[in-house]
Each structure stands twice: as C-alpha cells, then as structure tokens.
C-alpha cells in the first residue's frame, strides 16, 4: 500500500507526541530525530528533510502554543501543515482553454505507464463532463497504437492513429482536426518514451510542443522508483518545461519518497495520482487529503466522493426505506450493496481512509473473499437470501458445490453476516448509535470479522 512504511512509523511518532502535555527542546530534537530517519527511509531527497525537519523545528520552538492544543498535539498541527506544504500545499488541476479543444500531451519514460493512464486521464475527465480524444503518438514501440486503441475500445473513448506516418507533429496535427469535427473538447497525446532520458526524445518532444502547442504538459513517473523518479521529472522539467505530474503505481509505493520530493525539486504540482491497475483506478492529488492518511487521520471526503460515484441513488433510497421500517437487509440487498462497494476500489484502502481506523493497527481485507460471498449469495434460492435460517446442513452442502466453495465458507460468511444484522438492529434501538453497536467488540473481534 502507498507510504505504508513511512506512515506506520510517523504515525506511532505523532502517537507518542499527542500523550506529551509538555515537551522540552531535548524531547523535541528526539522526535525530530526519528521523523528525520522515517523520510530518509521512505527514500525522500536528504537536502528536503533537511529544510522538513529544519522548519519543524524553528516552528515548534517559536510559536506559541494553542491553548486549545496540547504542546504535543501543537507539534503534530505543525509537522501535518508543512507536510502538506511538501506535497504541494493546494490541489492543482487541469488548465481547460475557454476555447476547446484543450491539447494535453502526456511524457515519461518507457514502463511509467504512460498508455494505461492516457486512458484513465481520459476516463476521469470525461466524467468531469468532457469529451476527450486519445491520440497514439508512439510510433515505435511494438503494439503502442493497438494497446491504446484496446484501451480506448474499453472505455469506449475514441482513438486517434495513423498507423502508416511516423511524423508525430503531422499526427497530432491531424487528430487537432478530427478532435474540432468530431467536437471532442480535450485531446491527450500519447508520446513515445525510452529506456532513458536521450537527446532524440527530447528533440521529438519539443518538436510535437512547437508543432501543436500543448496547454499542458503532463509527466508521468513510476513513483516506485523513488529518487530516479525525482532525477527524471528534474531533466524533463529542465529540457522540455513540464505543467504538472502524474504518479503512477502510487498503491505499491510502500515508501513514498517521490511523491514528497518531486513537487519540491521540480516546483511543479502532482496533479493525479494513479492507484491499481483497473481504468477507474486514478485521482486528483489533493495534499491535505494525503497527507492524513499518511499521518493516520483519514481521508472522509475521499470516502465520500467515491460513495457518490460508485452508489446507486435509487437503491439507495429503496435501502433507506426499509431500515426506517425496521426492516433488515437480506443477502439481496447485501449483494447489492456488496457490489457498488467493490467499484470503490480495494477494501483495505477504504478502511484505512476512515478517521480513527487506523488505531486498530493494520486491518487488511482479502478482496477475493468478495468474489467468494458473490458467488456463495448467487447459489442460494430466493427463499434461503430472505431467510437465512433455512439453512441446514443438506443445503448448505448444496451451496458449497454450487459457489466452488466449502460448507466452513458458508459458516463463518452467514455467522459474519448475522453478527452484521444485529449490529444494524442494535443501532436501529439505541440512541447511540454505532458506539454502543460496537461496546464490547475488541480490537481482535474487529480484525478477524469476515466481511
């Protein structure tokens, strides 16, 4: 998962900070000390931590303290802002021109991702309300136009190619053409890159930006490997004069070393950052947001946004309906609700978005325990899904071979599934709510519940 070393390790030093009703200069140098360490280890630029840790320290010295905040809780409020500050203090996102279509060309190295996250740039604005065009302008590595058309085929966004020219500028003159025929409003280029940073890619590059005049410039880096990363959006910056950046594979980037530093070398905001492989697995960089969930203090607006775009509004409503009328929600509804969850991505990740999660330490869900229940609820008769107690052992057996699993399967998912029911009921009686649905639930409980 992305940063999770360097979170785990900030967030049991911030932990330490916020049980210190005093701190003295000695503690302050100590703390200071092990965060310094976390960056260093997260791969983070040293001349970076350096001025980090410099800043923290002039701040937590100099100021005064909140009298609403304890010193510690003051320490973290300072380490949280100019964490943010790192990351790029504001989301930054794409420059739309008033007169469309915006020409957004995409750049990085070969094996940054650069095809896949055209199409998922695309997939995101078109949602956003635009209509996009992908053209493929890497004439020259094998199966680059087909794995952009594929791409383009299961987004069903158009494609530009033309698979006889190798003039990229003449290419990308012509999609400009189609792009204003067909009243596309956004085109995004996709550039050919390289093994490494030479001086014809970056004579082809500032060629296509002569030729056709991009209103941005987009990066895309491999966050994974760390300080390369940093090196390679400095030299492109540095030759080609880039807008913004695109990390990719930021979900197993375990340190997290580029994302804190390329902002600050390069001065160039993170505008996306891309976090699985499906299509739909990319977002805007916000450094508030990322940086609580770094800092282990969640991320509910995330949370939010991705309810609203994976949940149905309708079912929704007919959900709500039935639990105002006291009424539990059988396998039906929980198979509904189970799938729209899985279109907001991992489990894992969603949980630990969630304020105050992260206390139960590292809670990590299976997401193929999901495909299991799908398929353990879809053997069922419609009878067995509104009444769970039908369920002896000859037909538990039964829905066993039907779903390719094991009637143990069957157990722990239907004793996982009432011990939800009467959570819900419980929460549905009590005045409060999810705190007294929890009393009593340890930490274990919680960490072994099979959702």
Do not use: W
Request: charged share 30%; net charge positive; hydrophobic share 40%.
């Amino acid at each position: 998962m992305a940063f999770e070393g360097l979170s785990s390790k900030l967030q049991g030093i911030t932990r330490k900070l916020r049980g210190k009703a005093r701190i003295t200069e000695g503690d302050l140098k100590e703390i200071l000390r092990e965060v310094k360490l976390a960056l260093l280890e997260a791969d983070v630029n040293y001349k970076i931590v350096k001025d980090f840790i410099s800043t923290i320290q002039e701040k937590a010295l100099g100021q005064d303290v909140l009298k609403s905040l304890t010193p510690g809780e003051q320490v973290v409020k300072i380490v949280k802002d100019e964490m943010v500050e790192l990351l790029g203090g504001t989301t930054s996102k794409i420059n739309f021109t008033p007169n469309p279509p915006t020409i957004i060309m995409l750049v990085g190295l070969q094996g940054s991702g650069k095809t896949t996250t055209a199409g998922k740039l695309a997939n995101i604005l078109r949602k956003q309300g635009k209509k996009p065009l992908l053209v493929a302008c890497d004439v020259y590595r094998p199966a680059a136009i087909k794995q952009l058309q594929v791409v383009g085929s299961q987004l069903n966004i158009p494609v530009f190619a033309n698979e006889v020219s190798k003039d990229v500028v003449h290419i990308a003159k012509q999609a400009m053409n189609q792009a204003m025929s067909k009243l596309n409003d956004v085109i995004i280029l996709d550039t050919a890159g390289r093994l490494h940073i030479d001086e014809e890619l970056m004579t082809e590059l500032k060629n296509v930006k002569q030729g056709v005049k991009p209103h941005e410039i987009i990066l895309v880096v491999d966050s994974m490997t760390g300080q390369d990363a940093v090196n390679v959006a400095e030299s492109f910056n540095n030759e080609l004069g880039i807008d913004g950046i695109i990390l990719t594979k930021l979900d197993g980037d375990t340190r997290g070393g580029a994302a804190l530093s390329v902002k600050k070398v390069t001065g160039r905001p993170i505008k996306f950052a891309a976090t699985g492989e499906k299509l739909s697995d990319i977002e805007e960089f916000h450094p508030d947001r990322m940086t609580s969930r770094i800092l282990g203090m969640g991320d509910i607006l995330s949370v939010i946004e991705k309810a609203e775009e994976a949940f149905d509004a309708e079912e929704a409503l007919k959900l709500e309906k039935k639990l105002s009328k006291q009424q539990g929600l059988d396998l039906d509804d929980y198979l509904s609700q189970l799938r729209q969850m899985r279109k907001m991505g991992s489990f894992s990740s969603i949980l630990k978005m969630i304020p105050g999660m992260n206390k139960f330490g590292d809670i990590k869900v299976d997401d193929k325990e999901f495909v299991k229940i799908e398929a353990i609820i879809c053997s069922m008769t419609k009878a067995e899904k509104k009444n769970t107690k039908l369920l002896n052992a000859s037909r538990r057996i039964r829905i066993a071979k039907g779903s390719g699993t094991t009637v143990q399967d069957i157990n722990r998912f239907i004793n996982s599934y009432e011990m939800t029911q009467k959570m819900m009921k419980k929460m549905q009686n009590s005045k409060g709510g999810m705190k007294n649905a929890l009393k009593g639930m340890d930490v274990n409980s919680l960490k072994n519940m099979k959702f």
